[in-house]
């Protein structure tokens, strides 16, 4: 059963991949440094307050070349990052649990993760720091259980390519050096302290990374201020009820990834609970599956890294594992008690998963290639485009995949009018003159077919100047009007 599940959702991941949705202005400015930079181009920070891990970058510089500049080129690494994944979470159950039944339903429940399948086609490294940490956690429990050359060596390159693929990798390095230290102060075992070689080999490629490309950069204020003002850092004073607020809406908000639900999550904390306390006795269980959880609350608390969803879905297969774990000893209990309810604990949040990954795959966010191409359909050599700012990246990306919107030179590009005073509105408003087109995306909705306060402003300043709406053409969070005297 638990593997028509996991089938289901690679059926289900393929159908979302060859949706071929449109990129986001986040994916957009970082696909567009991707195309337009060489690879050492790529080693400088990044135009747009772009930020990426440089084997990322590269590797997708490496398929674009190879491959194509299409939008689904650059979301092949996420994609096939999220089916290992798949793979991966399945071999750290068995490593940790020895039970295939644990194994299962975590690769099932992973698999559905609505969360994790909108990240795994999305041009950023999300799904590829999944992927990894999951190699680097198992690399290292593969070299506890044979304590051998051969895999002693894997972990060593894994522990080192490691932290030019991913940013969160030092996270999981720094956690499995603590667990290192406790285990060899426990066991005084020789292959422990062997197992120091890999994370000093990691820890230097680190510090290599570190010089190179984050030391000095030139983001690191605006991101720091960003995540501030977004609640993503702990407050400093540890006496404050501020603190323990934030604390516990990390926490609910790490939990409510697992079940994409804002009344379900207390559930699968129970059932960590229950795997937790079942496992007292395994410390590797507990420590190896909990530490990057705290060690990435302590830096949120130093200011070192943002905790938010997208930040923290490398540690969705952790909570997910304790969670199966939970469900599975319940079960287990139940049946041996003869009380017939224990399925359901199966079937619950693998159906709640599917359910919710059902209704919304595939994944819209800001579908303006269907805008822009009924604007190519419909749209005079005389025309004048006007951009609006956060539709830039990914209108530039598509451009050449339109021709007659490509063909043209008269294009506006627009600035920021959100939060703007009066003045700024109407001096972008002067800039508009004749026939004009303009083309809206990653917008203040309600939702996304609602008129955002930036097109109504546009709509009713225009109206009284004598224009009306030729052309419209309304698709998920992206809009294009045709306005004419």
Same mark, same amino acid.
């Given at each position: 059963?638990?593997?028509?599940?996991?089938?289901?959702?690679?059926?289900?991941?393929?159908?979302?991949?060859?949706?071929?949705?449109?990129?986001?202005?986040?994916?957009?400015?970082?696909?567009?440094?991707?195309?337009?930079?060489?690879?050492?181009?790529?080693?400088?920070?990044?135009?747009?307050?772009?930020?990426?891990?440089?084997?990322?970058?590269?590797?997708?510089?490496?398929?674009?070349?190879?491959?194509?500049?299409?939008?689904?080129?650059?979301?092949?690494?996420?994609?096939?990052?999220?089916?290992?994944?798949?793979?991966? $979470?399945?071999? @750290?159950?068995?490593? +940790?649990?020895?039970? *295939?039944? !644990?194994? %299962?339903?975590?690769?099932?429940? =992973?698999? #559905?993760?609505?969360?994790?399948?909108?990240?795994?086609?999305?041009?950023?490294?999300?799904?590829?720091?999944?992927?990894?940490?999951?190699?680097?956690?198992?690399?290292?429990?593969?070299?506890?259980?044979?304590?051998?050359?051969?895999?002693?060596?894997?972990?060593?390159? $894994?522990?080192? @390519?490691?932290?030019? +693929?991913?940013?969160? *990798?030092? !996270?999981? %390095?720094?956690?499995?050096?603590? =667990?290192? #230290?406790?285990?060899?102060?426990?066991?005084?075992?020789?292959?422990?302290?062997?197992?120091?070689?890999?994370?000093?080999?990691?820890?230097?490629?680190?510090?290599?990374?570190?010089?190179?490309?984050?030391?000095?950069?030139?983001?690191?204020?605006?991101?720091?201020?960003?995540?501030?003002?977004?609640?993503?850092? +702990?407050?400093?004073?540890?006496?404050?009820?501020?603190?323990?607020?934030?604390? =516990?809406?990390?926490?609910?908000?790490?939990?409510?990834?697992?079940?994409?639900?804002?009344?379900?999550?207390?559930?699968?904390?129970?059932?960590?609970?229950?795997?937790?306390?079942?496992?007292?006795?395994?410390?590797?269980?507990?420590?190896?599956?909990?530490?990057?959880?705290?060690?990435?609350?302590?830096?949120?608390?130093?200011?070192?890294?943002?905790?938010?969803?997208?930040?923290?879905?490398?540690?969705?297969?952790?909570?997910?594992?304790?969670?199966?774990?939970?469900?599975?000893?319940?079960?287990?209990?139940?049946?041996?008690?003869?009380?017939?309810?224990?399925?359901?604990?199966?079937?619950?949040?693998?159906?709640?998963?599917?359910?919710?990954?059902?209704?919304?795959?595939?994944?819209?966010?800001?579908?303006?290639?269907?805008?822009?191409?009924?604007?190519?359909?419909?749209?005079?050599?005389?025309?004048?485009?006007?951009?609006?700012?956060?539709?830039?990246?990914?209108?530039?990306?598509?451009?050449?995949?339109?021709?007659?919107?490509?063909?043209?030179?008269?294009?506006?590009?627009?600035?920021?009018?959100?939060?703007?005073?009066?003045?700024?509105?109407?001096?972008?408003?002067?800039?508009?003159?004749?026939?004009?087109?303009?083309?809206?995306?990653?917008?203040?909705?309600?939702?996304?077919?609602?008129?955002?306060?930036?097109?109504?402003?546009?709509?009713?300043?225009?109206?009284?100047?004598?224009?009306?709406?030729?052309?419209?053409?309304?698709?998920?969070?992206?809009?294009?009007?045709?306005?004419?005297?």
């Amino acid at each position: 059963m638990l593997y028509c599940f996991i089938g289901f959702s690679i059926v289900l991941s393929f159908f979302n991949f060859l949706s071929f949705r449109s990129l986001t202005l986040d994916e957009a400015m970082l696909s567009l440094n991707i195309l337009d930079h060489s690879f050492v181009e790529l080693l400088q920070p990044l135009d747009r307050n772009q930020v990426a891990p440089i084997g990322f970058l590269f590797i997708e510089k490496c398929v674009v070349t190879i491959l194509g500049d299409s939008d689904w080129c650059l979301r092949l690494l996420p994609y096939l990052s999220y089916l290992l994944s798949i793979v991966l $979470i399945y071999k @750290l159950n068995r490593l +940790l649990f020895k039970s *295939s039944k !644990i194994a %299962l339903l975590a690769s099932a429940i =992973f698999s #559905l993760n609505f969360l994790v399948l909108n990240y795994s086609i999305e041009v950023k490294q999300y799904s590829t720091d999944i992927f990894t940490s999951l190699l680097l956690i198992i690399s290292f429990l593969n070299y506890l259980k044979q304590s051998n050359r051969k895999s002693l060596f894997y972990y060593s390159v $894994i522990a080192i @390519l490691s932290i030019w +693929l991913s940013n969160i *990798s030092i !996270i999981i %390095l720094f956690s499995i050096g603590l =667990f290192t #230290l406790y285990s060899f102060y426990k066991n005084k075992k020789q292959e422990v302290l062997k197992a120091s070689l890999p994370l000093m080999l990691g820890l230097g490629s680190f510090c290599i990374y570190y010089v190179l490309f984050i030391n000095n950069h030139p983001t690191k204020a605006m991101m720091v201020d960003y995540w501030g003002k977004a609640g993503a850092f +702990l407050p400093y004073d540890v006496f404050s009820l501020d603190f323990y607020q934030s604390l =516990f809406l990390k926490v609910e908000l790490l939990f409510k990834t697992v079940l994409v639900s804002k009344r379900l999550w207390l559930i699968s904390l129970l059932f960590v609970l229950i795997a937790i306390i079942t496992s007292l006795k395994k410390d590797k269980i507990i420590l190896v599956l909990l530490l990057p959880i705290l060690v990435h609350l302590g830096l949120s608390y130093f200011k070192l890294y943002p905790f938010d969803v997208r930040l923290v879905l490398y540690l969705v297969p952790l909570l997910i594992s304790l969670i199966s774990a939970g469900i599975i000893f319940t079960y287990d209990y139940l049946t041996v008690k003869n009380i017939k309810i224990g399925v359901l604990l199966v079937l619950f949040p693998l159906v709640t998963s599917l359910y919710i990954a059902y209704k919304k795959v595939p994944v819209q966010i800001e579908e303006i290639k269907e805008s822009m191409a009924y604007m190519n359909t419909h749209i005079n050599p005389k025309d004048t485009i006007y951009v609006y700012y956060s539709s830039e990246p990914a209108f530039l990306f598509y451009k050449k995949n339109y021709p007659q919107i490509d063909a043209l030179n008269s294009i506006i590009w627009g600035n920021g009018i959100r939060g703007r005073d009066k003045s700024v509105k109407e001096v972008e408003l002067s800039r508009l003159s004749g026939d004009f087109w303009m083309l809206f995306s990653h917008l203040d909705q309600k939702g996304p077919y609602d008129v955002s306060p930036e097109e109504a402003y546009f709509i009713k300043n225009l109206k009284t100047k004598g224009y009306r709406i030729e052309h419209q053409k309304t698709n998920y969070g992206s809009t294009v009007y045709k306005f004419v005297k």
